[in-house]
Structures are given as structure tokens and as C-alpha cells.
């Protein structure tokens, strides 16, 4: 997995931030049975800058946690069947890698969410993170069905990895 962090906002964080990134994301492809190489794009920015783009890809004018940018157009959740008359949209030229999406994360809802939730912001990060990396594999939340799907998942991959609510 290849996958870039660029930081539009100050993030202190007293673990790894990309050693993290990378466990979470892994263990999303793992769970999703991926069969490709990929990329993705990790925007960590404030609550300032996710309202701007949230306001100008949405139409939603508000801050969020997390928003996902998926570059894949999936029939079915999870099922990377990719028609090869659609490879050059999917696939990076130069390495082969299925370019998977963007994902933007505020680091301020990270902190803020943390402290609500009484958990730690290594978790939350990877809440979010492994949330993103779902919807980049197509899943979503909109009927309660998907949600508790997409729920199960994360606490799988969380639980997995060791990074629970209480930690």
C-alpha cells in the first residue's frame, strides 16, 4: 500500500501518525480482500479548512470529522471488479496501483471527538480512518442496514488492531 499524508493543519499527536495510518488501512484492505495494490491520499487539516470543502463538494456548509473521495465506482460493496475498459481511470500509469481515494480528516474533531468519547486520539484517528478507508471500498451509511454493516466492520478491524474504545 502506498499512500501520501499531507498536513494542512498541526498535528501533535504522541503516537505515530503514520504508522498508524498505514495499520489501519492495511487491515481495511486485508478485511476487504483487496487484491491490488493501492493508493491513497490522507488531507489532515483543521475544521476550518474540512468547512471549506465540505461546503464546496457538498454543498454543506459546516465542519465534519471526515470526509471520503472515493475513485472507484463500485457495483457492490468491497468487490473490486474492475472492468478493464475502465482500468485507466482506476489504475496509476507509472506503478499499477489501483488509486483507492482521498480521504480528509480535521484533526480538530479528532481531538474534540476523543475527549467526548472518552477515548484516546489514537483511536479516534483510527476511527475515522478505517470509517474513510470503508467508504472508499463503497460502502455507506445512508439506510440503517449499511450502517450496522459498516459499523461491524469497523469494530473488527479496530478491535484487531488492538485500538478499542479503551485506549
Known sequence: MNFQISYEADFRASFPVEETAALVCE????????????????????NAGIRDVNRECRGVDSETDV?????LDFVREGVFDIDETEEADYFDPDTGELILGDIMISVDKV????????????????????????HLCGYDHMEDEERLVMERKQDEILTGLGMTRDN
Open 27 to 46: 487491515a481495511v484492505l486485508e478485511e476487504e480482500h483487496c487484491p491490488y495494490e493501492t493508493q491513497v491520499s490522507l488531507i489532515l487539516t483543521d
Open 111 to 134: 481531538y474534540e471527538q476523543a475527549e467526548k468519547y472518552g477515548h484516546s486520539v489514537r483511536r479516534e484517528f483510527a476511527f475515522l480512518l478505517a470509517h474513510s478507508m470503508l
Open 67 to 71: 470526509l471520503s473521495f472515493p475513485n
